[in-house]
């Protein structure tokens, strides 16, 4: 109930396929997706492996409340060990492919070794076959998708596929499904690359049910109705998408500039929700077209754009001037804050190039940014570059950049390995805004010192989903904090990990907690979930999943001294804005944050908290 | 008052909680292959269109019905009776509009019968796409619109308004 109890397990070296229940005991400690996925993968394979070799794994996963219609109850994830940072990569997304996986019976789908010649999986229901992907390795993720459904005569299908950047190893890939929903960070689709899997084609007939329908229908309707009555998720997030927050977090002197020189951008404005709405100037339509729910979801913060046909970068390309997923915040960011540009068209076309060819557009745009840097301070010229003037606020660059970087030609190349090996490469390695080697998104330590930490000590790297502070500091979310403070940000951040590891194994997007509590959420998983779910146990969950985790990562070599932000954010106070002055001062916070996780002054957790999680 | 849904594409998401809806009240469980009414994305037009039976007075699936088991109910709903159908798919073909399906798992043809009066479909819609109400109204909404538009510009001044 709630879970569907059956897994897929697919050897590419082999080419078999076989299936196996869940295993019903780590469900009960795990939850599902992120939690669950994660036990089977740090069972399985070594910390040490390397994550773009035939011994690492790839696991597609759904939670107990994905297919239902809880509201948001559409999720999965990728889990595996990532290839951009070398720690546990779990990448989380919407759109319709988590359910239909659901739908076709599976509550996971675990790949291991890999394919000699490209293959991609159909899964239609029970028949599950391992095919030659002959006719579509090289292209994007958009005629994957086509292709698919045309060759299998079956519109219906849903597919999740890597671009040409996983197959040439950018190591930020992602996996992206129905066409522009990803399952983003640390590079999950290039491991999909290194196993020559293109894609994944689900299409199930088959039902999701519930434990008690009754109870379940009450309790999902009483959730959504919290979620229409609530400003963020029931006006902010509709109309104006994640991108509401672009003028809120450049107000609050967060917002990371120029990579990282700046807190503020000066062009903010022009690359914001409220841009997004308004007529163009050129042709008289707004860049945005309408909201997008995914599966189930009642929110509906999903942008869907077209850009005008007559900017530079589309011109003579009717091929990119049908509308698709448009700028969320950290996609404007990224493309623009972190590299200066505040060209909204050129910035939605470098977003449609990231879905097409599957790239994160966080580490990209970061990465574009840190190059932008090496390039003005002389350190890379245009002749490292190809001929491309990278400097802060070009579009041009910018375009030029994402139409290289997937298909890894020319400079592409090198952007493709992220900033910190980029940056390293050039002897500048501090100009790298990542901790573990993953780019931090749209939100400055500096002047949120709650994301100080949250960087540091996220288990995938450099994250603002592992525990999203900013809700509290910045919106107010469950109560206000200062957001220049750091006392009590050690146990706020410990209790936003705990609570979204939660979430996130349930199938449940983590948006919903702009509104939601784990008290609307523990009843929505007990009425699906055999066993007593109350918020309790959801929160001991969190944790065990958090401690389970960063083992894992120490396993792989990680210790305390990774747990640092890059050196600009803890020497270059903010130099505008109401952090001015300012560095991010995560140490103090650190020694507070072990000892609340019951970990040693070295990060490791000890036996006693071990035991009491039963990890 | 003979009701309809009334379905307005521009209001819709695209987030099918109408189709879980249908297929919980109609399977017992939440499945949108086994759905009556089905949304359909536009990908590439920014637009997603919830579809599905429109309760045809004369109704072509009910005519071409060999066995007779189609039946109208008091609230004008072609209704198929599972007694009687005998699978042969006739009906599917009769529909111009598709909205009537054949259901492998029964053997039997499935279409909305509007939940006998309470559509699952309206209920569980979240932004109005979906709702059910007076048949003879269902175009009030456009027309209140295209009327504000109209009257856009003008003052008012009625035969009662003071010169």
Same mark, same amino acid.
């Given at each position: 109930?709630?879970?569907?109890?059956?897994?897929?397990?697919?050897?590419?070296?082999?080419?078999?396929?076989?299936?196996?229940?869940?295993?019903?005991?780590?469900?009960?400690?795990?939850?599902?997706?992120?939690?669950?996925?994660?036990?089977?993968?740090?069972?399985?394979?070594?910390?040490?492996?390397?994550?773009?070799?035939?011994?690492?794994?790839?696991?597609?996963?759904?939670?107990?409340?994905?297919?239902?219609?809880?509201?948001?109850?559409?999720?999965?994830?990728?889990?595996?060990?990532?290839?951009?940072?070398?720690?546990?990569?779990?990448?989380?997304?919407?759109?319709?492919?988590?359910?239909?996986?659901?739908? $076709?019976?599976?509550?996971?789908?675990?790949?291991?070794?890999?394919?000699?010649?490209?293959?991609?999986?159909?899964?239609?229901?029970?028949?599950?076959?391992?095919?030659?992907?002959?006719?579509?390795?090289?292209?994007?993720?958009?005629?994957?998708?086509?292709?698919?459904?045309?060759?299998?005569?079956?519109?219906?299908?849903?597919?999740?596929?890597?671009?040409?950047?996983?197959?040439?190893?950018?190591?930020? &890939?992602?996996?992206?499904?129905?066409?522009?929903?990803?399952?983003?960070?640390?590079?999950?689709?290039?491991?999909?690359?290194?196993?020559?899997?293109?894609?994944?084609?689900?299409?199930?007939?088959?039902?999701?049910?519930?434990?008690?329908?009754?109870?379940?229908?009450?309790?999902?309707?009483?959730?959504?109705?919290?979620?229409?009555?609530?400003?963020?998720?029931?006006?902010?997030?509709?109309?104006?998408?994640?991108?509401?927050?672009?003028?809120?977090?450049?107000?609050?002197?967060?917002?990371?500039?120029?990579?990282?020189?700046?807190?503020?951008?000066? &062009?903010?404005? #022009?690359?914001?929700?409220?841009?997004?709405?308004?007529?163009?100037?050129?042709?008289?339509?707004?860049?945005?077209?309408?909201?997008?729910? +995914?599966?189930?979801?009642?929110?509906?913060?999903?942008?869907?754009?077209?850009?005008?046909?007559?900017?530079?970068?589309?011109?003579?390309?009717?091929?990119?001037?049908?509308?698709?997923?448009?700028?969320?915040?950290?996609?404007?960011?990224?493309?623009?804050?972190?590299?200066?540009?505040?060209?909204?068209?050129?910035?939605?076309?470098?977003?449609?190039?990231?879905?097409?060819?599957?790239? #994160?557009?966080?580490?990209?745009?970061?990465?574009?940014?840190?190059?932008?840097?090496?390039?003005?301070?002389?350190?890379?010229?245009?002749?490292?570059?190809?001929?491309?003037?990278?400097?802060?606020?070009?579009?041009?660059?910018?375009?030029?950049?994402?139409?290289?970087?997937?298909?890894?030609?020319?400079?592409?190349?090198?952007?493709?390995?992220?900033?910190?090996?980029?940056?390293?490469?050039?002897?500048?390695?501090?100009?790298?805004?990542?901790?573990?080697? !993953?780019?931090?998104?749209?939100?400055?330590?500096?002047?949120?010192?709650?994301?100080?930490?949250?960087?540091?000590?996220?288990?995938?790297?450099?994250?603002?989903?592992? &525990?999203?502070?900013?809700?509290?500091?910045?919106?107010?979310?469950?109560?206000?904090?200062?957001?220049?403070?750091?006392?009590?940000?050690?146990?706020?951040?410990?209790?936003?990990?705990?609570?979204?590891?939660?979430?996130?194994?349930?199938?449940?997007?983590?948006?919903?907690?702009?509104?939601?509590?784990?008290?609307?959420?523990?009843?929505?998983?007990?009425?699906? +979930?055999?066993?007593?779910?109350?918020?309790?146990?959801?929160?001991?969950?969190?944790?065990?999943?958090?401690?389970?985790?960063?083992?894992?990562?120490? =396993?792989?070599?990680?210790?305390?001294? #990774?747990?640092?932000?890059?050196?600009?954010?803890?020497?270059?106070?903010?130099?505008?804005?109401?952090?001015?002055?300012?560095?991010?001062?995560?140490?103090?916070?650190?020694?507070?944050?072990?000892?609340?996780?019951?970990?040693?002054?070295?990060?490791?957790?000890?036996?006693?908290?071990?035991?009491?999680?039963?990890? | 008052?003979? =009701?309809?849904?009334?379905?307005?594409?521009?209001?819709?998401?695209?987030?099918?909680?109408?189709?879980?809806?249908? &297929?919980?009240?109609?399977?017992?469980?939440?499945?949108?292959? =086994?759905?009556?009414?089905?949304?359909?994305?536009?990908?590439?037009?920014?637009?997603?269109?919830?579809?599905? +039976?429109?309760?045809? #007075?004369?109704?072509?699936? !009910?005519?071409?019905?060999?066995?007779?088991?189609?039946?109208?109910?008091?609230?004008?709903?072609?209704?198929?009776?599972?007694?009687?159908?005998?699978?042969?798919?006739?009906?599917?073909? $009769?529909?111009?509009?598709?909205?009537?399906?054949?259901? $492998?798992?029964?053997?039997?043809?499935?279409?909305?019968?509007?939940?006998?009066?309470?559509?699952?479909?309206?209920?569980?819609?979240?932004?109005?796409?979906?709702?059910?109400?007076?048949?003879? !109204?269902?175009?009030?909404?456009?027309?209140?619109?295209?009327?504000?538009?109209?009257?856009?510009?003008?003052?008012?001044?009625?035969?009662?308004?003071?010169?």
């Amino acid at each position: 109930m709630g879970w569907t109890g059956k897994i897929l397990r697919i050897d590419l070296s082999k080419g078999t396929v076989k299936t196996e229940p869940l295993n019903m005991d780590w469900a009960d400690k795990y939850l599902g997706q992120r939690g669950l996925a994660s036990k089977y993968l740090v069972e399985e394979i070594d910390p040490k492996t390397d994550p773009l070799g035939p011994d690492n794994k790839v696991i597609f996963a759904t939670g107990p409340l994905t297919g239902t219609c809880a509201s948001t109850g559409g999720r999965y994830s990728v889990i595996t060990k990532g290839p951009l940072t070398g720690a546990i990569a779990c990448s989380n997304s919407g759109g319709y492919f988590g359910a239909e996986m659901k739908f $076709a019976g599976w509550d996971m789908v675990i790949v291991e070794g890999a394919a000699a010649k490209p293959v991609y999986l159909t899964i239609f229901d029970d028949d599950v076959q391992i095919r030659d992907a002959g006719d579509i390795w090289g292209k994007s993720v958009w005629e994957t998708d086509k292709w698919i459904k045309a060759a299998h005569q079956d519109p219906m299908i849903h597919v999740a596929t890597i671009g040409v950047s996983g197959e040439n190893a950018v190591l930020y &890939s992602c996996v992206v499904n129905d066409l522009h929903r990803a399952a983003g960070r640390s590079g999950v689709g290039a491991v999909l690359g290194s196993k020559n899997l293109k894609a994944v084609a689900i299409r199930g007939t088959g039902g999701v049910s519930v434990k008690d329908p009754k109870e379940f229908l009450k309790a999902t309707k009483a959730g959504k109705k919290v979620l229409k009555d609530n400003a963020v998720t029931g006006q902010g997030l509709p109309t104006y998408g994640t991108q509401v927050l672009m003028n809120v977090i450049n107000e609050a002197g967060a917002m990371p500039t120029r990579n990282g020189r700046d807190v503020q951008f000066e &062009s903010a404005g #022009d690359i914001s929700a409220e841009a997004m709405a308004e007529p163009r100037r050129s042709d008289g339509h707004p860049n945005l077209l309408t909201n997008q729910a +995914c599966f189930g979801c009642t929110i509906a913060c999903g942008r869907i754009s077209k850009i005008d046909e007559t900017h530079y970068t589309v011109q003579n390309k009717p091929e990119y001037w049908h509308a698709s997923g448009g700028l969320e915040y950290e996609a404007a960011w990224a493309l623009g804050s972190a590299t200066g540009v505040k060209d909204l068209e050129a910035l939605t076309y470098a977003n449609f190039i990231c879905n097409e060819q599957g790239l #994160d557009p966080i580490s990209f745009g970061a990465t574009v940014g840190a190059a932008m840097e090496l390039y003005e301070d002389g350190v890379i010229t245009s002749e490292t570059t190809g001929g491309i003037e990278l400097k802060f606020g070009s579009a041009e660059a910018l375009t030029r950049c994402v139409e290289l970087t997937g298909k890894a030609e020319g400079f592409g190349k090198e952007l493709g390995m992220g900033s910190a090996r980029l940056t390293a490469k050039y002897g500048r390695p501090e100009l790298s805004m990542t901790v573990k080697s !993953q780019e931090f998104p749209a939100y400055d330590p500096r002047g949120i010192q709650g994301m100080g930490l949250t960087y540091a000590t996220s288990n995938r790297g450099a994250c603002h989903l592992r &525990s999203y502070t900013v809700a509290s500091e910045i919106l107010g979310i469950p109560e206000k904090t200062d957001p220049l403070a750091t006392e009590g940000k050690a146990g706020l951040v410990k209790a936003f990990q705990d609570a979204t590891a939660a979430v996130d194994s349930s199938g449940l997007c983590v948006f919903t907690t702009f509104a939601w509590t784990l008290e609307d959420i523990a009843p929505q998983v007990d009425a699906a +979930c055999k066993g007593d779910w109350s918020v309790e146990k959801m929160l001991e969950v969190g944790e065990r999943i958090w401690n389970m985790e960063r083992i894992f990562n120490n =396993k792989a070599g990680f210790t305390a001294k #990774d747990d640092r932000l890059p050196e600009r954010l803890m020497k270059d106070a903010a130099k505008t804005g109401p952090a001015k002055g300012l560095v991010a001062t995560v140490d103090k916070m650190l020694p507070e944050y072990y000892d609340l996780r019951g970990w040693t002054s070295e990060g490791v957790p000890t036996n006693e908290t071990l035991e009491r999680l039963a990890v | 008052m003979l =009701k309809a849904l009334v379905i307005d594409p521009g209001k819709c998401t695209g987030c099918k909680q109408c189709e879980m809806a249908c &297929s919980l009240e109609n399977e017992g469980v939440f499945n949108p292959s =086994k759905s009556r009414i089905r949304v359909f994305d536009f990908h590439e037009d920014a637009r997603f269109v919830p579809y599905t +039976c429109t309760q045809c #007075d004369e109704a072509w699936c !009910q005519q071409a019905c060999p066995v007779n088991a189609i039946t109208t109910d008091a609230m004008g709903v072609k209704v198929v009776h599972d007694n009687l159908c005998v699978g042969c798919k006739v009906c599917t073909i $009769a529909c111009p509009f598709g909205t009537v399906n054949y259901n $492998a798992s029964t053997g039997k043809v499935i279409k909305c019968d509007l939940c006998g009066g309470e559509p699952a479909c309206a209920d569980a819609c979240p932004t109005d796409a979906i709702t059910y109400r007076d048949v003879e !109204q269902s175009g009030y909404d456009k027309m209140k619109v295209w009327a504000t538009r109209t009257s856009a510009g003008t003052e008012s001044h009625g035969p009662n308004t003071p010169a």
